[in-house]
């Protein structure tokens, strides 16, 4: 790996460098309008190393419940988060294929609240 802006993902036995590489040939569809949610999804995606961004829903209400989180900004920035995590973990092959950005994954979110 000679980039070291992801040399702690390297380090992850998660992902490890043939992870890393799958993520910079892959297509994160995390992006959006001009809402919060977008933008954090966005911002993690590229922080991960994704190859590309493409054009995607983000559900905030299934990434971010109320039971949760109930202030918008906070149930934003979670859903944000998870839809970039679950594009993370489909690029990747983690477990089970994961669902696409906005739906609510099989059970429920691994490991609970992020």
Do not use: N
């Amino acid at each position: 790996m000679d980039d070291p802006r992801y040399l702690r993902q390297v380090l992850l036995a998660e992902i490890g460098p043939e992870g890393q590489a799958r993520l910079g040939e892959a297509t994160a569809r995390v992006l959006g309008g001009a809402s919060l949610e977008h933008e954090v999804a966005e911002r993690y995606a590229r922080g991960a190393g994704f190859g590309a961004l493409a054009e995607g829903a983000i559900d905030v209400a299934a990434l971010a419940p109320r039971e949760l989180v109930a202030a918008p900004a906070a149930s934003a920035v979670l859903a944000g988060a998870r839809a970039a995590l679950a594009e993370m973990r489909a690029a990747l092959a983690v477990g089970r294929r994961a669902a696409p950005a906005g739906a609510r994954p099989e059970g429920g979110e691994e490991g609970g609240p992020s």
